[in-house]
């Protein structure tokens, strides 16, 4: 012990007593180092933001890996009353959402192919089920609804004790009115936590310090993209009819989601909760709160929430018929995208992110599940990409949250579309030939806050976006730029592409024992390859390039740049052998594919183009008009191409080259949703949905890229355990039949008999093939080509068979181009 009793040394040390600091210290004690776990809190538990919580517990989430979380938690809520004997407060009176418009049905069918997937209850009901399932719901305007019966509300204070009594018991420690003053790094790489009551040493820092993030952050050097909103609701008076069916014994009225009026409802004390979530909520502890604040709450804003509180009376009569009792105005973090932050921060060892929570109570549980079993065992067990700290860059400067971060609050509540491009904050980062791409009827979307063309308008066509779960107006956009790339030549900006170089004595002995795949041996040869992580799943994926015999190119994908490159730093030797510099920022990308671009480059640079001077999965430096380029005879479309990776000056000069020498050819650019088509048809996985750590290398079928006898790299033992154990799952191509205007987006359920027998994890249509396809994992006796299954899109069960990969050009005719001619 130190002063004041403090312990002087932990494994684990929790900072934030909120509801989501106790969990991940019940959870590492669950694991069994109770005794070694320590939460420091500078005020009492709770008196951050989980006081002022309503303790909605919504299962609803779009994203598999949230999904995934609120259901753990959920179920852990339920237990956990008879677990420690403290009561805490679970009303299971589930939860109803109402929708107004067919949009918001295809949402709530697109949810509840997520939800099926994995294990949610979730059922549909008609307007005049919403009525009996809530006589005081006015149905008028209503097409439909989704309930959760397992759904509800819970109070937060009690959770909140009752998980720091199961820690107590487990031997973990909470230190109350403890400030905690700086956090450093000791050369050992143990963390040294310094408190008002004295210094504690430890392996790992968990930060859930809500409000307090960015402080928390600034101790260690990192600017974590969490800043609160304001969010308001109001408790009303008493009203007779809800008296009335409590005096009845009638059961409790399910929480009441209007999401086109962007509000909930719920019953209090006889009278009624309502949260709204309005335009114009502001950000608030921009800075941090002050280190003093306890149970704070803001001035309220009537005013702002004025026609919620309309819809709200309109929608349910007797909501307008009682006073208001309190308006609560009280901080709620928030990260650009609305979901939390859970798991390790970017460049520091052991320090873990558990921040950002704007769901925190429903969050709570399954993030401190997670993060225990990421400390304790190494890694988690589920597909924690949607959560992911390092899903954010440096982009994410404080003015940029500010305006992502209100603008995600404002969007809780509206219709949450497959591809939904939010303008906050934007444009931000641009390539230089972005104007360029504009003026060329460039429709874009943000990756990382780069713009990138996802389609573009042309013939007259409006050059805006069409959001929609079904075939909108963008499909026929795409529809054109694929046919002239298979016909002719297109070209494709990738500038957002992460991109690094390794180099130094000791570079090719890390990378050989990093990846699973084979280095390139000859200078100039190019691999595909993957970073495992323990488990044997897929991590990370990176195009290769040998440079000399000490240095390598390596490309990935441009929207987990940060998790990418900090997963290759964790893992890099500490003695210098091995360098690493960050490419991304001063190395530009065209793509040009189809049929014509071997024609089109040769007629821009003096190198020999040929098959024989230039073989596919090659590289070689060459020089594009007057510009020095890498070119790499490798995409993602299935065509005949290369990447031309350039310094970032050169690349309106590459570009106008291009474009004045493929005028007679129908050069022609294309976006990211003709990529995303033509890759589907060639079978081509993406990292974070065909590719997860969820499952191993072998489950996604990238067999051909894992070299197991090469000797040891990173998840080896673990993948091969894992084969000789027999997969769970399978990764196939389908074929689905009969759809007439909408497609698999990813997350709908796989059946056979009207049985679960896997997810697909993404979908669309393949214009060159004229079939609607998806990717999915299935049970392995099902993979077989031919295999009759059914899809559900969109609350409808089509056919689906499974076919051969690359149902396109399956022998890569076309990519190798044998004839090889140039002009």
Same mark, same amino acid.
């Given at each position: 012990?130190?002063?004041?009793?403090?312990?002087?040394?932990?494994?684990?040390?929790?900072?934030?007593?909120?509801?989501?600091?106790?969990?991940?210290?019940?959870?590492?004690?669950?694991?069994?180092?109770?005794?070694?776990?320590?939460?420091?809190?500078?005020?009492?538990?709770?008196?951050?933001?989980?006081?002022?919580?309503?303790?909605?517990?919504?299962?609803?989430?779009?994203?598999?890996?949230?999904?995934?979380?609120?259901?753990?938690?959920?179920?852990?809520?339920?237990?956990?009353?008879?677990?420690?004997?403290?009561?805490?407060?679970?009303?299971?009176?589930?939860?109803?959402?109402?929708?107004?418009?067919?949009?918001?049905?295809?949402?709530?069918?697109?949810?509840?192919?997520?939800?099926?997937?994995?294990?949610?209850?979730?059922?549909?009901?008609?307007?005049?089920?919403?009525?009996?399932?809530?006589?005081?719901? /006015?149905?008028?305007?209503?097409?439909?609804?989704?309930?959760?019966?397992?759904?509800?509300?819970?109070?937060?204070?009690?959770?909140?004790?009752?998980?720091?009594?199961?820690?107590?018991?487990?031997?973990?420690?909470?230190?109350?009115?403890?400030?905690?003053?700086?956090?450093?790094?000791?050369?050992?790489?143990?963390?040294?936590?310094?408190?008002?009551?004295?210094?504690?040493?430890?392996?790992?820092?968990?930060?859930?310090?809500?409000?307090?993030?960015?402080?928390?952050?600034?101790?260690?050097?990192?600017?974590?993209?969490?800043?609160?909103?304001?969010?308001?609701?109001?408790?009303?008076?008493?009203?007779?009819?809800?008296?009335?069916?409590?005096?009845?014994?009638?059961?409790?009225?399910?929480?009441?989601?209007?999401?086109?009026?962007?509000?909930?409802?719920?019953?209090?004390?006889?009278?009624?909760?309502?949260?709204?979530?309005?335009?114009?909520?502001?950000?608030?502890?921009?800075?941090?709160?002050?280190?003093?604040?306890?149970?704070?709450?803001?001035?309220?804003?009537?005013?702002?929430?004025?026609?919620?509180?309309?819809?709200?009376?309109?929608?349910?009569?007797?909501?307008?018929?009682?006073?208001?009792?309190?308006?609560?105005?009280?901080?709620?973090?928030?990260?650009?995208?609305?979901?939390?932050?859970?798991?390790?921060?970017?460049?520091?060892?052991?320090?873990?992110?558990?921040?950002?929570?704007?769901?925190?109570?429903?969050?709570?549980?399954?993030?401190?599940?997670?993060?225990?079993?990421?400390?304790?065992?190494?890694?988690?067990?589920?597909?924690?990409?949607?959560?992911?700290?390092?899903?954010?860059?440096?982009?994410?400067?404080?003015?940029?949250?500010?305006?992502?971060?209100?603008?995600?609050?404002?969007?809780?509540?509206?219709?949450?579309?497959?591809?939904?491009?939010?303008?906050?904050?934007?444009?931000?980062?641009?390539?230089?030939?972005?104007?360029?791409?504009?003026?060329?009827?460039?429709?874009?979307?943000?990756?990382?806050?780069?713009?990138?063309?996802?389609?573009?308008?042309?013939?007259?066509?409006?050059?805006?976006?069409?959001?929609?779960?079904?075939?909108?107006?963008?499909?026929?956009?795409?529809?054109?730029?694929?046919?002239?790339?298979?016909?002719?030549?297109?070209?494709?900006?990738?500038?957002?592409?992460?991109?690094?170089?390794?180099?130094?004595?000791?570079?090719?002995?890390?990378?050989?024992?990093?990846?699973?795949?084979?280095?390139?041996?000859?200078?100039?040869?190019?691999?595909?390859?993957?970073?495992?992580?323990?488990?044997?799943?897929?991590?990370?994926?990176?195009?290769?390039?040998?440079?000399?015999?000490?240095?390598?190119?390596?490309?990935?994908?441009?929207?987990?740049?940060?998790?990418?490159?900090?997963?290759?730093?964790?893992?890099?030797?500490?003695?210098?052998?091995?360098?690493?510099?960050?490419?991304?920022?001063?190395?530009?990308?065209?793509?040009?594919?189809?049929?014509?671009?071997?024609?089109?480059?040769?007629?821009?640079?003096?190198?020999?183009?040929?098959?024989?001077?230039?073989?596919?999965?090659?590289?070689?430096?060459?020089?594009?008009?007057?510009?020095?380029?890498?070119?790499?005879?490798?995409?993602?479309?299935?065509?005949?191409?290369?990447?031309?990776?350039?310094?970032?000056?050169?690349?309106?000069?590459?570009?106008?080259?291009?474009?004045?020498?493929?005028?007679?050819?129908?050069?022609?650019?294309?976006?990211?949703?003709?990529?995303?088509?033509?890759?589907?048809?060639?079978?081509?996985?993406?990292?974070?949905?065909?590719?997860?750590?969820?499952?191993?290398?072998?489950?996604?079928?990238?067999?051909?890229?894992?070299?197991?006898?090469?000797?040891?790299?990173?998840?080896?033992?673990?993948?091969?355990?894992?084969?000789?154990?027999?997969?769970?799952?399978?990764?196939?191509?389908?074929?689905?039949?009969?759809?007439?205007?909408?497609?698999?987006?990813?997350?709908?359920?796989?059946?056979?008999?009207?049985?679960?027998?896997?997810?697909?994890?993404?979908?669309?249509?393949?214009?060159?093939?004229?079939?609607?396809?998806?990717?999915?994992?299935?049970?392995?006796?099902?993979?077989?080509?031919?295999?009759?299954?059914?899809?559900?899109?969109?609350?409808?069960?089509?056919?689906?068979?499974?076919?051969?990969?690359?149902?396109?050009?399956?022998?890569?005719?076309?990519?190798?181009?044998?004839?090889? /001619?140039?002009?």
């Amino acid at each position: 012990m130190g002063n004041n009793g403090l312990k002087s040394e932990a494994r684990v040390v929790v900072i934030g007593g909120g509801v989501v600091g106790v969990s991940a210290l019940y959870h590492l004690a669950r694991k069994g180092w109770g005794e070694d776990v320590v939460l420091l809190e500078k005020g009492e538990l709770t008196s951050g933001s989980t006081w002022h919580a309503a303790g909605l517990l919504p299962l609803f989430n779009m994203s598999y890996s949230v999904g995934q979380i609120h259901k753990y938690s959920v179920n852990l809520y339920k237990k956990l009353e008879e677990e420690t004997g403290q009561p805490v407060g679970f009303s299971q009176v589930g939860n109803l959402r109402l929708a107004m418009n067919d949009d918001r049905m295809d949402e709530y069918y697109q949810y509840a192919a997520t939800a099926k997937t994995i294990g949610v209850d979730v059922r549909f009901l008609t307007p005049a089920e919403i009525q009996k399932l809530w006589p005081m719901c /006015n149905i008028d305007g209503l097409v439909g609804g989704i309930f959760h019966p397992d759904d509800g509300y819970i109070q937060p204070a009690d959770l909140t004790q009752a998980l720091a009594k199961g820690a107590r018991a487990r031997g973990a420690t909470i230190y109350r009115k403890t400030h905690v003053l700086g956090i450093e790094q000791a050369s050992s790489g143990a963390w040294l936590v310094r408190t008002d009551k004295g210094d504690i040493r430890c392996d790992h820092v968990i930060s859930a310090t809500g409000n307090y993030a960015r402080k928390t952050g600034n101790m260690v050097g990192l600017d974590i993209p969490v800043i609160p909103v304001e969010h308001q609701f109001i408790v009303t008076e008493p009203h007779p009819e809800v008296q009335r069916r409590h005096a009845n014994g009638e059961p409790e009225l399910a929480v009441l989601r209007e999401s086109d009026g962007s509000w909930y409802l719920r019953e209090e004390n006889g009278g009624f909760i309502l949260g709204p979530y309005e335009q114009g909520a502001p950000c608030c502890y921009v800075d941090g709160p002050d280190p003093r604040a306890e149970y704070e709450l803001f001035q309220e804003d009537i005013d702002r929430l004025a026609p919620h509180i309309e819809a709200a009376m309109s929608r349910v009569p007797a909501f307008g018929e009682v006073g208001i009792k309190q308006v609560y105005n009280g901080a709620i973090a928030y990260t650009p995208d609305g979901s939390p932050i859970i798991g390790p921060a970017w460049g520091l060892d052991n320090f873990w992110l558990n921040e950002g929570h704007s769901f925190g109570i429903t969050a709570a549980g399954g993030a401190g599940w997670q993060l225990a079993e990421w400390i304790v065992e190494g890694e988690p067990t589920i597909d924690m990409l949607g959560v992911e700290p390092r899903r954010f860059g440096d982009y994410a400067t404080k003015k940029y949250l500010i305006e992502k971060n209100e603008e995600a609050y404002a969007n809780v509540f509206v219709i949450h579309y497959p591809d939904e491009e939010r303008p906050a904050g934007r444009p931000l980062r641009t390539a230089p030939c972005y104007e360029r791409m504009k003026d060329q009827g460039a429709v874009f979307g943000q990756k990382f806050g780069w713009e990138r063309p996802n389609f573009f308008a042309t013939d007259g066509m409006a050059q805006e976006d069409d959001w929609s779960f079904r075939r909108s107006k963008w499909f026929e956009a795409v529809r054109k730029e694929v046919a002239n790339t298979t016909e002719n030549a297109g070209l494709l900006d990738m500038t957002a592409f992460a991109k690094c170089r390794l180099s130094g004595p000791g570079a090719e002995e890390f990378l050989d024992e990093f990846v699973a795949n084979s280095l390139p041996r000859k200078i100039g040869g190019l691999t595909l390859a993957h970073a495992l992580n323990g488990n044997g799943g897929i991590h990370s994926e990176f195009t290769i390039r040998r440079e000399s015999a000490d240095s390598f190119y390596l490309v990935s994908a441009g929207a987990l740049q940060r998790l990418d490159h900090d997963y290759l730093l964790k893992h890099m030797p500490g003695d210098g052998s091995v360098q690493f510099t960050q490419l991304t920022g001063t190395m530009g990308v065209l793509v040009i594919a189809g049929p014509k671009s071997r024609q089109l480059l040769q007629r821009v640079t003096a190198a020999d183009l040929s098959n024989a001077a230039f073989p596919w999965l090659t590289a070689q430096d060459i020089v594009v008009g007057m510009a020095p380029a890498n070119a790499m005879r490798v995409n993602y479309v299935g065509e005949l191409g290369w990447e031309l990776h350039h310094p970032l000056e050169y690349q309106n000069h590459i570009f106008d080259t291009l474009f004045e020498a493929g005028e007679d050819l129908g050069l022609k650019p294309f976006g990211i949703r003709a990529m995303d088509s033509m890759r589907l048809e060639k079978s081509y996985r993406m990292v974070g949905t065909e590719l997860s750590i969820e499952y191993s290398a072998y489950e996604s079928a990238m067999d051909r890229f894992v070299k197991a006898d090469k000797g040891d790299f990173l998840g080896r033992d673990a993948l091969l355990a894992s084969r000789d154990a027999g997969l769970n799952n399978l990764l196939v191509t389908l074929e689905v039949h009969d759809v007439d205007d909408a497609d698999a987006l990813g997350n709908n359920a796989l059946l056979q008999g009207g049985e679960i027998i896997g997810r697909a994890t993404g979908g669309g249509f393949g214009f060159r093939i004229n079939k609607s396809l998806a990717l999915g994992m299935v049970k392995p006796e099902l993979a077989k080509p031919g295999t009759a299954l059914e899809i559900e899109i969109l609350g409808k069960v089509y056919p689906a068979t499974v076919v051969p990969d690359s149902p396109f050009d399956p022998k890569n005719e076309r990519l190798r181009d044998s004839g090889g /001619n140039n002009e």
